[in-house]
């Protein structure tokens, strides 16, 4: 059982059209999971949408940033946590977003889980507490980052019950075994600090789970311009912080 894992895609359609056309061309993939954060910091909002709601290979959950967008599109309540640094960056994500989106972005789950080759999976933008996996985006339910240590992601993930978890959001890898589980970050695909994109694959057999994390490189001039030439709001801090 041979799948891909992308995630952290921040609305970069050059880094994800990259990344799918790479995983197409191996051919023994079969199925993508995609981990969320597809919109929000980056500008290209409907073409990333355009391109992973269309293929029939992929089950999408949903990130913070999918989740405070929508909030202001659905008129609830917006993430104090997010507020001094998104909230008009991702007021302009929403007056971009195409509104034949809102309800497949809304159905988005925030945890997926299967059994694979006998082996519990569980795919997750991030660790959320069990008690608070119904919360609301403005309820702060994503846990804060920790460090990437064994021993932090361990204590992080504590309360999941699974033999692999795969997850993005922090824009690092990660690749932990603590003996009982096995903890899986292939770092983002489109916010990275130079012209490349990456994603995971992980390969369950009877007797092991493998992990390849795949480097690729990309033009990203167009992706950079883009910021200046839409004015996109909180440009400092996103070139700051994540390019």
Request: hydrophobic share 35%; no cysteine.
């Amino acid at each position: 059982m041979k799948f891909a894992i992308l995630t952290d895609v921040h609305g970069n359609f050059d880094a994800l059209d990259t990344v799918l056309d790479d995983i197409d061309s191996r051919k023994d993939i079969k199925k993508i999971y995609n981990l969320g954060d597809n919109i929000g910091v980056g500008h290209e909002t409907n073409k990333v949408l355009d391109e992973i709601f269309e293929r029939d290979d992929m089950e999408i959950i949903a990130g913070n940033h999918d989740e405070a967008v929508m909030s202001i599109v659905n008129d609830t309540p917006y993430p104090e946590d997010l507020k001094d640094k998104f909230y008009e960056h991702h007021q302009w994500i929403e007056s971009h977003l195409d509104e034949d989106y809102y309800d497949k972005l809304n159905a988005l789950p925030r945890v997926i889980e299967k059994t694979l080759n006998n082996k519990k999976v569980m795919f997750i933008h991030y660790e959320i507490p069990n008690d608070k996996l119904d919360t609301p985006i403005d309820g702060q339910p994503f846990s804060p980052i920790v460090e990437p240590t064994e021993e932090n992601i361990k204590s992080l993930f504590e309360d999941k019950d699974a033999d692999l978890i795969v997850f993005g959001h922090n824009h690092t890898v990660h690749l932990f075994d603590d003996k009982s589980k096995v903890y899986f970050n292939p770092g983002s695909v489109g916010l990275n600090n130079g012209a490349y994109a990456v994603y995971g694959i992980v390969t369950i057999d009877e007797n092991e789970i493998s992990f390849e994390r795949v480097k690729i490189p990309y033009d990203n001039e167009e992706f950079l311009r883009g910021f200046k030439e839409k004015q996109v709001p909180a440009k400092e801090l996103i070139f700051d912080k994540f390019l």
